[in-house]
């Protein structure tokens, strides 16, 4: 079981000011939430795969 609350948060370097973020938690493996929405619960997938999915938005 991952404990999103014994892990460090952060918001998402392109969130900008709007309140329209979202949030990640960074380790083996990978947390993603809506900042607004946070009590709704939280993605996960594995490092690798968060990797791989930014190098490819990073592409574009």
Known sequence: M????????HKASHSGGSGSCVEVSEGSITLIRDTQNRHLGFLSVRSAEWTALL????VK
Do not use: F, P, Q, V
């Not at 991952?2 to 948060?9: L, S, V």
């Not at 190098?55 to 990073?58: G, K």
């Open 2 to 9: 991952i404990e999103k609350h014994e892990r460090a948060w």
């Open 55 to 58: 190098d490819a938005i990073r």
